[in-house]
């Protein structure tokens, strides 16, 4: 395995690398996402993050489930299934995000469903600003925009509202459902960019449009190549600028990742998802990933399960830098 760490002008230490386990399901309604951190472990992942890869692990060193912070009786509060426990959940990862990256290193998520994005963004966007005085970018690579709010929602499940958290369009209302997110750790929805969109709802499309949201479908990549898409997603963001790329195993197409919660046909092949993060990993520009919704429990087969967590494997270490030659 070869590798080349692009040293980032953006974390002091770029060798360093905080990790963040979360097996935490909350967001919807399907079991054994939170078992998938657990998965992508013992297949390895870690060990070869350290010794191939030569990163120095902080962190997590076994998943954390926050069980502890689930709320009994945690009623549907504006449409929003498990409100309470989503809310307290996230504002405890976005600590331990924000902890190591304003620590100088690059942040590594593993999920959990797509909800946890809201603390592991909040995290660094407050951390980066805090240190470098800057505004992360964030590339979200997925079959669904993730941008519902809590009012457009028709199914209730917050791992389809994170972004809208995230930008503003929704807004907490007490501290322990989202009110805990505030300015600094939101994103500028022009920094937003998505890759690998398929299956966007109706009230999405709208909110899309109406922000000018730079979004990349998979008809892009089809008209385009994988290439050109990176060349004009960078070229948005700007060359200057701090990336957390959050990556949801469902970007792939169902041949690669079939071990998921809500897979769609017509996806990403596996290299087209290695690509993305090779080229995001060499702009330098790098400060944080999460690799969520690996579902083992999911798969028709064992081996669906194996090639799901390979696969999302493969997506981390070439976001960290591994390369081909």
């Given at each position: 395995?070869?590798?080349?760490?692009?040293?980032?002008?953006?974390?002091?230490?770029?060798?360093?690398?905080?990790?963040?386990?979360?097996?935490?399901?909350?967001?919807?309604?399907?079991?054994?996402?939170?078992?998938?951190?657990?998965?992508?472990?013992?297949?390895?992942?870690?060990?070869?993050?350290?010794?191939?890869?030569?990163?120095?692990?902080?962190?997590?060193?076994?998943?954390?489930?926050?069980?502890?912070?689930?709320?009994?009786?945690?009623?549907?509060?504006?449409?929003?299934?498990?409100?309470?426990?989503?809310?307290?959940?996230?504002?405890?990862?976005?600590q331990k995000t924000y902890?190591?990256?304003?620590?100088?290193?690059?942040?590594?998520?593993?999920?959990?469903?797509?909800?946890?994005?809201?603390?592991?963004?909040?995290?660094?966007?407050?951390?980066?600003?805090?240190?470098?005085?800057?505004?992360?970018?964030?590339?979200?690579?997925?079959?669904?925009?993730?941008?519902?709010?809590?009012?457009?929602?028709?199914?209730?499940?917050?791992?389809?509202?994170?972004?809208?958290?995230?930008?503003?369009?929704?807004?907490?209302?007490?501290?322990?459902?989202?009110?805990?997110?505030?300015?600094?750790?939101?994103?500028n929805i022009k920094k937003?960019?998505?890759?690998?969109?398929?299956?966007?709802?109706?009230?999405?499309?709208?909110?899309?449009?109406?922000?000018?949201?730079?979004?990349?479908?998979?008809?892009?990549?089809?008209?385009?190549?994988?290439?050109?898409?990176?060349?004009?997603?960078?070229?948005?963001?700007?060359?200057?600028?701090?990336?957390?790329?959050?990556?949801?195993?469902?970007?792939?197409?169902?041949?690669?990742?079939?071990?998921?919660?809500?897979?769609?046909?017509?996806?990403?092949?596996?290299?087209?998802?290695?690509?993305?993060?090779?080229?995001?990993?060499?702009?330098?520009?790098?400060?944080?990933?999460?690799?969520?919704?690996?579902?083992?429990?999911?798969?028709?087969?064992?081996?669906?399960?194996?090639?799901?967590?390979?696969?999302?494997?493969?997506?981390?270490?070439?976001?960290?830098?591994?390369?081909?030659?």
């Amino acid at each position: 395995m070869n590798h080349e760490i692009v040293t980032s002008r953006f974390l002091s230490n770029p060798q360093e690398l905080g990790v963040v386990a979360v097996g935490f399901s909350g967001g919807q309604p399907k079991a054994g996402v939170d078992n998938g951190p657990q998965a992508l472990i013992q297949s390895g992942l870690l060990g070869q993050i350290n010794t191939e890869l030569g990163y120095k692990l902080h962190g997590d060193s076994e998943v954390q489930y926050y069980k502890d912070l689930a709320v009994a009786n945690d009623a549907d509060h504006r449409g929003m299934k498990n409100p309470r426990t989503v809310s307290a959940v996230n504002k405890a990862i976005s600590q331990k995000t924000y902890e190591q990256s304003v620590a100088g290193r690059l942040t590594l998520t593993l999920g959990g469903d797509h909800s946890i994005a809201i603390g592991t963004i909040s995290g660094t966007a407050k951390a980066t600003r805090e240190r470098l005085g800057r505004e992360i970018a964030v590339i979200w690579v997925d079959a669904h925009a993730d941008i519902n709010t809590p009012e457009s929602s028709d199914s209730g499940n917050i791992h389809g509202m994170p972004v809208a958290f995230l930008t503003g369009l929704a807004k907490g209302d007490s501290d322990d459902a989202f009110g805990w997110v505030k300015e600094e750790h939101q994103l500028n929805i022009k920094k937003l960019v998505y890759i690998g969109l398929r299956d966007v709802d109706v009230g999405e499309k709208k909110i899309l449009r109406e922000h000018g949201v730079k979004a990349f479908s998979m008809f892009d990549v089809d008209r385009y190549g994988i290439g050109r898409v990176m060349e004009m997603a960078l070229a948005h963001i700007g060359a200057d600028t701090p990336i957390h790329l959050s990556f949801d195993i469902d970007a792939l197409d169902p041949t690669w990742a079939p071990s998921t919660g809500t897979p769609v046909r017509g996806g990403l092949t596996l290299r087209e998802g290695d690509y993305i993060c090779e080229c995001i990993h060499q702009t330098g520009n790098l400060i944080a990933v999460d690799l969520v919704e690996v579902n083992p429990a999911l798969a028709a087969t064992e081996a669906g399960a194996q090639e799901t967590v390979r696969a999302g494997c493969s997506i981390v270490r070439c976001a960290l830098g591994e390369t081909l030659l």
